[in-house]
Every structure is written in C-alpha cells, then in structure tokens.
C-alpha cells in the first residue's frame, strides 16, 4: 500500500514540527529527548531522501 505523495512527502516535516514541539511545551527530560529524537529522525530523512534525488538526477543524466 502507497501513501498519496503529498502525505509521504510531509511526514518527515511533521517529525520535525513535533518534535520541536515536545522538546519545547513539556518539563520532563524524557519528552525533551523524545522530542529530539523525533526531530533528529526527521531532519535525517529529509537529508536522505535529498541526496538520493541529488544522485539520482545526476545518474540519469550521464545514461
């Protein structure tokens, strides 16, 4: 099963968002690593799926 693009594409914002979130509204240390995992985990899939676009444009440019 695929999710529509529009979700897919904005999940790893909405990790961010989050996490952001509970780092900043709750007073346990516990939220707040929660919530820096969650946007660390986040920003490295907006990282990964860059760079696998990067290299995949320039992969088909060279065929």
């Given at each position: ?11 790893p914002v909405i990790y961010v968002i ?27 899939i907006l990282f990964m799926r860059r ?13």
């Amino acid at each position: 099963m695929r999710l529509p693009n529009f979700l897919y594409e904005s999940y790893p914002v909405i990790y961010v968002i989050g996490g952001i979130i509970a780092m900043s509204t709750v007073e346990s240390y516990l939220s707040f690593l929660s919530g820096l995992l969650l946007a660390m985990g986040g920003i490295s899939i907006l990282f990964m799926r860059r760079n696998y676009r990067m290299i995949k444009d320039q992969l088909a440019h060279l065929t």
